[in-house]
């Protein structure tokens, strides 16, 4: 009945950390298939290009100091040589691309970079602009934009590492949270790694949904002119937090299955305790020493059938004669 119990008590931590774990699969997944639609749907940020405007005739952009005719030319060229696709989506391991259906505004995915971890999506390189028709664009940016670029990269690195991390300790705890049904002891280790596991998810998911905020904010400040619209991926950010809110779910299961069920079998023992004084047979003194409790017992009857029958009544001796004795335990 223990061991029922104590399955029963850790089975939802149990699917708590395989709902959590199943999330973190999906966001490494995103983007990694251009030919399934469920995992091209999954990506924190996208570039809309589809409605770009040749800027020639546009002003310099303000807060750039970038020279306006690179930018346009590099751009402009980019279109012209169909490296500008019609969309841009940036996922945990690429980036993906394709064509917007005007009408509709379906998205075919028809191109996913290959994999590689600690990845970024740079637009000077995926939109060709360092490259001829663009060539010196990249000397023209100013100092903050380039510093800012590098601080994406390093922080697009640290959230790779946290995914990474989050799938492998919440792997581990549900593989330890399977022998967490034999002891108290079991949970007490898998809690641990929950605690772990939520810490990682918890700061991977701040950590992408503030960066690719930022990011789409600075497109729709720095390239509103062009038509280029940037946006978060909602299916992404909601699979990220699920995780979170799994994980965060599944430790505090973990710690109430720490507190209660043991798994041991209840037996149920009744402890039998003497009294300081019981009682014993003791020989009848009608019968000698021989002490034999048969005979005894007849002697007794007999003798006090004896007494009836010629009295009609016990004697006195005998009802004061108690054939037990008082003994100390």
């Given at each position: 009945m223990g061991k029922a119990a104590r399955f029963a008590c850790i089975f939802t931590p149990m699917l708590l950390t395989l709902a959590s774990l199943i999330c973190i699969v999906l966001v490494g997944l995103g983007g990694t298939n251009k030919s399934m639609a469920s995992l091209d749907s999954l990506y924190f940020f996208k570039a809309d290009t589809s409605n770009f405007t040749d800027a020639s005739h546009l002003d310099l952009i303000k807060g750039t100091n970038i020279d306006d005719n690179l930018l346009k030319t590099g751009l402009q060229d980019a279109a012209d040589g169909m490296k500008l696709k019609d969309f841009y989506t940036v996922a945990l391991w690429n980036y993906c691309s394709g064509t917007k259906d005007s009408h509709t505004g379906s998205l075919t995915f028809d191109y996913c970079g290959k994999p590689r971890a600690s990845y970024w999506f740079n637009p000077l390189e995926v939109w060709g602009l360092n490259e001829t028709g663009g060539a010196g664009l990249a000397g023209q940016f100013p100092k903050q934009v380039k510093t800012a670029m590098k601080t994406y990269q390093?922080?697009?690195?640290?959230?790779?590492?946290?995914?990474?991390?989050?799938?492998?300790?919440?792997?581990?705890?549900?593989?330890?949270?399977?022998?967490?049904?034999?002891?108290?002891?079991?949970?007490?280790?898998?809690?641990?790694?929950?605690?772990?596991?939520?810490?990682?998810?918890?700061?991977?998911?701040?950590?992408?949904?503030?960066?690719?905020?930022?990011?789409?904010?600075?497109?729709?400040?720095?390239?509103?002119?062009?038509?280029?619209?940037?946006?978060?991926?909602?299916?992404?950010?909601?699979?990220?937090?699920?995780?979170?809110?799994?994980?965060?779910?599944?430790?505090?299961?973990?710690?109430?299955?720490?507190?209660?069920?043991?798994?041991?079998?209840?037996?149920?023992?009744?402890?039998?305790?003497?009294?300081?004084y019981t009682y014993e047979r003791v020989a009848s003194p009608y019968l000698g020493q021989s002490g034999n409790h048969e005979h005894g017992h007849r002697g007794v009857e007999s003798h006090s059938m004896q007494d009836l029958g010629a009295t009609g009544k016990k004697s006195g001796r005998d009802e004061a004669y108690e054939p037990f004795r008082n003994t100390a335990v």
């Open positions: 390093n922080v697009a690195r640290w959230m790779f590492i946290a995914y990474v991390c989050a799938f492998v300790v919440t792997l581990v705890e549900f593989i330890v949270g399977i022998f967490a049904v034999l002891s108290r002891w079991g949970s007490f280790v898998t809690t641990i790694l929950s605690c772990a596991s939520s810490i990682l998810i918890i700061l991977a998911s701040i950590t992408s949904t503030a960066l690719y905020a930022s990011i789409a904010a600075s497109f729709n400040t720095a390239l509103k002119s062009f038509g280029i619209h940037g946006s978060l991926g909602h299916s992404m950010l909601v699979t990220t937090w699920l995780a979170v809110l799994f994980s965060c779910g599944a430790g505090f299961f973990w710690l109430f299955s720490t507190c209660c069920v043991s798994g041991k079998s209840q037996t149920k023992r009744v402890k039998v305790e003497k009294a300081p």
